[in-house]
């Protein structure tokens, strides 16, 4: 029978015996011998693209539409701001910018011409009344 015998050595400078790990690492570096790899490390560069804000302006159209629909622009605005937001959700963000800058525009024109119209009523019956009097 065939009986080998391993004598463990404690490193130098320590009083307690060497742990599994170490062993393990030993005995795999003397199994395999030292890694022979001639070509260099690669490495991998992963770009994660940063998402760009698109505004949509759902809030800005929606108060248009609620309290300054003159001429229905609020609510066109609305629709291409939910439009924008579809776009947006898909991963098309051109087609986002796009549908944005038109609600945007849309929105613009309504708050002028609803700021303008809000005028308009108040100086005009002042007008009128001053008239008469």
């Known amino acids: 029978m065939n009986h080998s015998v391993q004598t463990f050595f404690t490193p130098v400078g320590t009083d307690r015996p060497p742990n599994y790990e170490m062993l393990k690492k030993e005995h795999e570096v003397a199994a395999l011998g030292a890694p022979h790899n001639p070509a260099p490390p690669t490495s991998t560069v992963i770009h994660i693209r940063s998402e760009t804000s698109v505004p949509d302006h759902v809030v800005w159209s929606l108060f248009n539409t609620l309290f300054v629909n003159s001429c229905c622009l609020g609510f066109i605005a609305f629709a291409y701001s939910v ?41 005009i019956p002042i007008l009128i009344l001053q008239a008469y009097q």
């Open 83 to 123: 439009k924008s937001r579809d776009r947006k959700m898909v991963g098309d963000l051109t087609g986002a910018q796009a549908y944005a800058s038109t609600a945007k525009c849309l929105n613009v024109w309504a708050l002028i011409l609803g700021i303008i119209m809000t005028i308009l009523l108040i100086i």
